[in-house]
């Protein structure tokens, strides 16, 4: 038997006993004649002590052990006399008396602790090592934790897990498919599922009523800190429901989880914010409520009341104000009005106001506008003397809006007011059901084409598309959608009216969701669903910056997985059999 | 709110309450004024009632409900004046008094019912249909429950689930890879896992101690039956144990479920087979255990022993006896004859010989042997009055076995001795580390290149590898492997020797495995796993025949999703973007 006990469950009531540990070594130190070993393993660590004395030869064996070296000890239990109250085991020692190399290490090429030396990419590479530390290591337990608590938590409401599969059809709309070449049927292709989402509500079609999946999907997008090609959502749909009753039981999930997790109680009923209201307030559809600093529009008090003439022709005018912040340096100011005019956030530039202690003001249009303009700005924005009021203007409301928050969560960033350790989460609903695409030089579905519009505006489809609002609702916490869902249309005549406004043929849609405009002929059940995006919910709940913390193995911005070398070229036999070649535009690939 | 009440809730204690129901039309039907209509959810069956007395225009709207209408009614829970006591809301209607159609259904091109008229193909094409049928979402109700048992247990038992990359590297070795183009690494692939293996194994080294999953994997394989180019594996590996505490383990763990599922006890301990006493006395390395029937050898009785020529040249003679087959008519032994004789089989011929009532014999080769010998071959077998032996030769042992073992299979299911709700458990041990590959003229690991050699075999490793045994198990029920592992090799040394065997240059090693072999150079700790197929495990529980019956939406035999259509041909657009082109030689696609 290679141990009678973990590195992490030794106590003082155990000593005596005679026990047999294995791990890593974590480190090691000598000291008057004894040899001191921290052995390591995902339980915990639990203190060797090696006697010269003792046993010269074992003393010996112990101080060629290297870091993260993998052994085996056999020894007695016994009480230290320097406790360690740092960790659970720190009252106890083993004295060893015996010690197995299991095997060897080469040097690590970081250190294998919570605070590494290790950049990003060596980390990357050597991945194994760097799961070794127990940072990394409990964001992966809290996503184990976390999926065991969804799973129990919807089989107790009924839901049946039911697995979809991964080779399915291409479906042009929507992200790019990841696709794989069939050699039984050559010439055509797999795609991976970019989400579940026909399949689940073929399953409603099925009778399932109440459906879930832990399942990844994949998209062929370029990536950002925050994406990865493959990623994994918890996907959920019900027959014979309303929107409250999704929100409802989703909300009890989310309770459920952060209370397990992170012993925070969520409040009774979340907040539930029209997106129209949020895109008023906090110029996003994930607004951060962590902190103030909700918009002020000021096209009443700016525009058209002095001679500055970017206010003048502007179409919105808002602003922020950000408490305490009058201090602010003419260098620091700079570095807001660099902030703003970045491509990706790409406003044409900032205004300032300062309130002075004595209640006047001072600001960086001072010429174009009287102190008692100033003044009404300031009443508006509720600004107290010390604050510093942060204005953008544009000639599209929703674009400025959208500009002003990011300089709101600059300005949050700056202020330290992200605090990991709360959680504010709330409901947006009543999403725009279409957005114009200037791109594509169309209307696009906001969410999918399967979303339902909200039934009071239905007569408004045909004129005024852009209108109509969604039966589709976003679960946000602290700025980031951690879920969203809608119900979905379940009647073929107004799915067939839908693509007809996203610009689809009849024939391509018979051509792509030809199985669900099917399946709807045959008494198909008022249904609707939302995913959670698995990696988000775990990264927010551990306070992680990136998803990526909490993937055992991810991959980089290029999509690559530096530790397995993947992708990689195919020998010419596997292309052969599947009847492909590869096509590489030399310029390209230069 | 659409319902109150699911349809299989409902009980005479509910008499009375005003409920509203929802679900499908299953059968409708007129009696003197009143029509009943029976109507499904996942649940169950609720009857309702519709009086034309009462209502005439709400009975006239429930006359034109059709099979599988989608409808949601409002009414009064009334005891049922004829009971129908085979199911669970047998004792009440509903006395309805409101009717929505929800949505109309065309006629099903099959009835929705246990005993369906559908064929295969029109049940895949309409599978959403198909899986309305109780009987098939049982089998996904028990998958769901199967799979919620099983991640509780490894739970309880400290092991991790953590999900491993879907987009990996190709490894040429075992399988066939589906794999990927990488549009941002163009003329590059990613692999489908065929499992996590390798990755399981790094796990390990990060120090995951215990880690399980249920995961994905993908082969490219020419399908059978029983074979998905998608399949579903429970996935699991401990560090720091030996081939008892694995097997221990997980036989604990289908002992829980065949207990919690099917209320069966397995034994408290369950058999343990080498994989030379299964060849011997079945043939295989997945004896079927539920019925006798096992393998004499009878070369002693019929070599040399008499003028039959292809008995004196065979390496291998040997037979079953199977009971009270001796009034087999020579047209049923004709049939076994040219069973033994199929391509699949490859026997070259089948001698018989009968028991009869009165001791004496009857053989298809009774004039090369004298009743003598026929008595000793009776003997041996321990036949009975009325029995039939069968008897098999060949110039190869083994593979005489297998041919002898398909006969005794076949045998069972003549005689109906495959009872599907008799559960026959055992673990084959000491299967042999490598095997010869007459395709590849080379030596082939049995399991794969990682599997630990038997530590007092590694002496014959050089000169004898194909002597050398493996500490492999597969866990076998009812005659399908259902599980199968083994320890694994952690020292750096012993791995590259085997892929030397395994006819790798080191530098193939590296490319391949060069993670894998790095990973070792840094305390890889003693390690084993295994892993259950989640497929065969759920159809053996439910007593299925394909795995398929399991899977919500399987491929066909061509690896077709016939419902989806999948796979199809991509837009030159895409192609493009990924810098390849389909390269079909019309020949071959012709």
């Not at 040097?107 to 294998?112: D, G, K, L, V, Y």
Request: glycine share 6%; proline share 5%; aromatic share 8%.
């Amino acid at each position: 038997m290679y141990r009678t006990n973990t590195c992490g469950e030794l106590r003082l009531s155990d000593a005596g006993k005679k026990v047999t540990l294995a791990g890593w070594v974590q480190r090691s130190r000598k000291m008057g004649g004894m040899t001191f070993v921290d052995l390591r393993d995902r339980y915990g660590i639990t203190q060797l002590v090696f006697n010269e004395e003792a046993d010269a030869e074992l003393c010996a064996l112990a101080n060629k052990l290297g870091r993260e070296y993998c052994i085996q000890v056999e020894g007695t239990v016994n009480e230290r006399q320097s406790k360690n109250n740092k960790i659970p085991t720190g009252d106890i020692e083993i004295i060893a008396d015996k010690l197995y190399i299991l095997s060897q290490s080469a040097t690590p090429p970081f250190t294998i602790e919570d605070n590494t030396d290790g950049g990003d990419d060596i980390r990357m590479k050597y991945r194994y090592l760097d799961l070794r530390r127990p940072c990394v290591r409990h964001n992966l337990e809290l996503r184990h934790r976390m999926t065991i608590l969804i799973r129990n938590f919807l089989d107790s409401k009924d839901f049946i897990e039911v697995e979809t599969p991964i080779l399915i059809g291409s479906t042009p709309e929507g992200a790019r498919d990841f696709v794989v070449p069939s050699r039984m049927n050559p010439g055509q292709f797999y795609a991976l599922p970019q989400s579940p989402q026909t399949l689940k509500q073929l399953l409603m079609v099925s009778g399932f009523d109440r459906y879930f999946q832990i399942a990844k999907c994949f998209r062929d997008e370029d990536l950002r800190a925050d994406r990865q090609p493959e990623f994994t959502q918890i996907d959920c749909e019900m027959s014979f429901v309303d929107q409250d009753d999704v929100i409802d039981l989703f909300e009890d999930m989310a309770r459920h989880l952060f209370k397990e997790v992170r012993g925070v109680e969520l409040p009774a009923k979340l907040q539930q914010m029209t997106w129209h209201e949020a895109m008023r307030r906090f110029g996003s559809d994930k607004p951060d409520l962590r902190f103030g600093m909700e918009f002020v529009e000021l096209m009443d008090e700016l525009k058209g009341t002095g001679e500055f003439a970017v206010f003048n022709d502007a179409e919105y005018i808002g602003g922020i104000c950000a408490p305490g912040c009058a201090s602010y340096t003419r260098k620091q100011l700079d570095q807001l009005a660099d902030f703003v005019k970045k491509p990706q956030v790409g406003a044409k530039g900032l205004v300032w106001i300062k309130v002075n202690e004595d209640g006047t003001t001072k600001s960086s249009i001072d010429k174009f506008y009287t102190p008692e303009v100033f003044a009404k700005v300031v009443e508006k924005a509720e600004a107290k003397p010390g604050d510093l009021i942060l204005i953008l203007s544009g000639d599209k409301a929703n674009k400025t809006r959208t500009q002003l928050c990011s300089l709101r969560l600059e300005m949050a960033d700056r202020l330290g007011l992200k605090d990991k350790n709360k959680f504010e989460c709330l409901w947006i609903v009543d999403f725009p059901l279409f957005e114009w695409s200037d791109e594509e030089q169309r209307l696009m579905a906001t969410h999918h084409p399967f979303t339902m519009p909200n039934p009071d505006d239905i007569p408004l489809l045909d004129e005024h598309p852009e209108r109509v609002r969604a039966k589709a609702y976003d679960f946000v916490c602290n700025g980031i959608e951690v879920g969203g869902g809608s119900l979905r249309i379940h009647d073929g005549q107004l799915q067939e009216k839908m693509f007809k406004i996203l610009g689809f043929t009849p024939e391509r849609a018979m051509a792509q969701f030809g199985f669900l405009i099917n399946a709807f002929k045959y008494g198909a059940p008022p249904h609707a669903g939302l995913a959670f995006g698995l990696d988000r919910f775990v990264s927010i709940m551990a306070g992680l910056d990136s998803i990526r913390d909490c993937i055992a193995f991810p991959k980089n911005n290029s999509g690559r997985d530096v530790m397995l070398e993947a992708p990689s070229e195919l020998d010419d036999k596997q292309l052969k059999e599947l009847q492909i070649s590869v096509d590489v535009n030399q310029e390209n690939a230069e």
